[in-house]
């Protein structure tokens, strides 16, 4: 692979965020660092494509294509890498949110780290994310079953988390295990590699299952700590019902330790145990909440 001559694509996942979506690929437009942008409408309901393609339609930079159905992350992703593949010659590829900010000297300095560190077998590489977590561990199945519950999460705390003496804050950069999926770069020859997003999940654990795949394959991650970006988390999954998106995450949990942790079906009853009750914890605290609102706003009116 020659690292010296990158052809730098981005790819951007749309479901229903036409406005998110225009803004980003319209700021990534004038980045001289990336040459291609392929926006992939995820079968929005909205008219994002028909919306997108007709903004872009004059742009030779930009692409717009549909996905034919929404698959989910990994599914819509794939189309876009996948499409890009078939059509040009791509060294790399930026998997980004429409909903994230990002300035062209952090794409700059992940693609000459790259660049500079031929030696090294690189798969993904990330910035700082300015409002969330920046990278986190490989989860085990014990990790799942904690961070299931509330309540166990507030005894043993969040065991995927890096904690400042693991984060390399002096040279710039640190190897870890995941990088957020809301954006990332990674080599063409590592996405390739790995057989791309694995498809099973339709939101959530992507990262974690892409990055060990990569390890599998003797691949690194990275996260450079001198530069950032913004997540916005705007995004179309926002609109999804808190109990819907726990099931969805639970499922992705689920798929993560049975396919690559082999978790026997013991290990699994106990999972759907505790999230069993990590759910009707979740319920009891959300009420709560509204029984204490409705008590404080009672005794404000004084009725």
Not at 33 to 44: A, L
Not at 71 to 98: M, Q, T
Not at 197 to 222: M, V
Request: charged share 20%; hydrophobic share 40%; net charge positive.
């Amino acid at each position: 692979m020659n690292r010296l001559n990158f052809d730098v694509c981005a790819v951007i996942l749309n479901y229903n965020d036409y406005n998110n979506t225009m803004r980003l690929a319209s700021k990534l437009k004038s980045y001289e660092v990336i040459h291609k942008i392929i926006i992939v409408d995820n079968n929005s309901t909205d008219n994002s494509f028909y919306l997108l393609k007709e903004n872009f339609s004059n742009s030779q930079k930009i692409e717009v294509i549909s996905s034919g159905k929404n698959g989910g992350y990994a599914f819509g992703n794939n189309i876009g890498i996948k499409y890009a593949l078939s059509k040009y010659s791509v060294n790399g590829f930026l998997i980004l949110n429409p909903d994230i900010d990002v300035q062209e000297m952090t794409i700059s300095s992940i693609v000459k780290f790259v660049k500079q560190n031929s030696v090294l077998k690189i798969g993904i590489v990330g910035a700082k994310n300015n409002v969330g977590v920046s990278a986190w561990k490989l989860p085990s199945f014990w990790s799942y079953v904690i961070l299931s519950s509330p309540l166990l999460t507030r005894i043993f705390g969040d065991p995927l988390i890096y904690n400042n003496n693991e984060i390399d804050q002096i040279q710039g950069f640190t190897k870890v295990d995941v990088l957020p999926g809301s954006f990332f770069f990674i080599t063409s020859e590592s996405i390739q590699d790995v057989g791309f997003f694995d498809e099973g999940t339709f939101l959530y654990c992507e990262e974690s299952i892409l990055a060990y795949k990569l390890r599998k394959k003797g691949y690194s991650n990275y996260l450079l700590t001198n530069v950032s970006f913004t997540h916005l988390e705007s995004g179309s999954t926002r609109s999804l019902k808190f109990i819907k998106r726990y099931i969805i995450l639970q499922r992705s949990r689920k798929y993560f330790l049975t396919k690559y942790l082999n978790v026997n079906i013991l290990g699994i009853l106990l999972f759907w145990l505790v999230t069993s009750l990590g759910l009707f914890e979740f319920l009891m605290l959300s009420n709560l909440k509204a029984i204490l609102k409705y008590l404080k706003e009672r005794s404000y009116h004084g009725r």
